[in-house]
């Protein structure tokens, strides 16, 4: 049996209380990023006419640069199949492989994190353990 559908009230509430970033082009939203301000990915979606155009990529640089501007050092998210290599493709590890109830349906999803690392005053390179 499929799940049930989302509560958009729900998803409402979460989104306003969350950082997001909005990727748009023209009147189109091409996707979206919201995260804690504790590193943690919260949501990451990218419509599918916008797939594989480097979409996911730009948000995640845009957070990942926020949350390093803020101090935080490690990064986590839960992660769908779909994600998976996109979140390794950032230098994320899969920490633990998951099994959640959701709205009447069995999902898989992967814990995963990505450490961060500050680069030292005075030196030079990039900020962040590679790019996404
Ligand atoms: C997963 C998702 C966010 C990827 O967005 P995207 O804009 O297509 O990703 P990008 O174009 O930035 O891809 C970056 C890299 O990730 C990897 N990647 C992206 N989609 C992939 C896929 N379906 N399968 C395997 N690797 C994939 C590739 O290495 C890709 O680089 P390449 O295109 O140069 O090969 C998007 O497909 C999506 O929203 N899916 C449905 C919702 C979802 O599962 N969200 C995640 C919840 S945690």
């Known amino acids: 049996m499929g799940a049930t559908a989302p509560d958009l009230h729900q998803w409402r509430k979460r989104l306003q209380s969350l950082p997001t ?17 504790n590193g943690h990915i919260e949501l990451l979606y990218v419509t599918p006419s916008y797939a594989r155009r480097g979409v996911a990529s730009l948000l995640y640089c845009h957070a990942e ?3 390093l501007s803020a101090g935080v050092t490690e990064l986590c998210t839960e992660a769908s199949l779909v994600a998976k290599p996109v979140f390794e493709r950032f ?12 709205r009447g349906a069995l999902f898989r999803r992967f814990a995963m994190r990505k450490r961060l ?5 005075g030196a030079s390179g990039d900020a962040s353990q590679g790019g996404p």
Do not use: D, K, N
Request: aromatic share 10%; glycine share 6%; no cysteine.
């Open 21 to 37: 970033f909005v990727a748009v082009q023209g009147t189109e939203v091409a996707g979206f990023i919201s995260y804690e301000t």
């Open 65 to 67: 640069r926020a949350l």
């Open 91 to 102: 230098r994320f590890v899969v920490t633990e492989e998951q099994e959640i109830s959701l």
């Open 117 to 121: 690392v500050t680069t030292p005053p």
